[in-house]
């Protein structure tokens, strides 16, 4: 199993960026796994923003980071990573990256404890 724990959250003027970052620890391969990030904001479920495959491939996006939000690995130094340009007020929430072997769900993966982002106007 591939542990995480993000980074990087914080509060953010509209129009601004943010840099997340979530370091991976454990017995798992971690250039093996897909990794994601999601977020959860106030009073709402948690909802997927981005995911990466192994060796970067497979990247999705949610309609809303489509062309603001960039999802990046380095799977040498065990690193994610979400590039958030262009921030929203609607897109502040706390932000968990997780992982999951091939095949598996999200659900039955492994999520972090979260960082929050506050984006104000």
């Known amino acids: 199993q591939v542990r995480l724990m993000e980074s990087g959250g914080g509060s953010v003027q509209a129009g601004g960026s943010l840099r997340l970052s979530c370091a991976g620890s454990g017995p798992g391969i971690?250039?093996?796994?897909y990794l994601g990030w999601f977020r959860q904001a106030p009073g709402e479920e948690?909802?997927?923003v981005a995911s990466i495959g192994p060796?970067?491939?497979?990247?999705?996006?949610?309609?809303?980071?489509?062309?603001?939000?960039?999802?990046?690995?380095?799977?040498?130094?065990?690193?994610l990573y979400l590039?958030?340009?262009?921030l929203k007020q609607e897109d502040s929430g706390i932000y968990y990256c997780?992982?999951?072997r091939?095949?598996?769900?999200?659900?039955?993966?492994?999520?972090?404890?979260?960082?929050?982002?506050?984006?104000?106007?």
């Open 98 to 100: 997780a992982s999951r």
């Open 46 to 48: 948690r909802e997927a």
């Open 83 to 86: 590039q958030m340009d262009s």
């Open 30 to 33: 971690f250039n093996l796994y």
């Open 55 to 79: 060796g970067g491939a497979d990247t999705t996006y949610a309609n809303s980071a489509k062309g603001r939000f960039t999802i990046s690995r380095d799977d040498a130094k065990k690193f």
């Open 102 to 121: 091939s095949g598996a769900s999200w659900e039955g993966g492994f999520h972090g404890q979260g960082t929050k982002v506050t984006v104000f106007s």
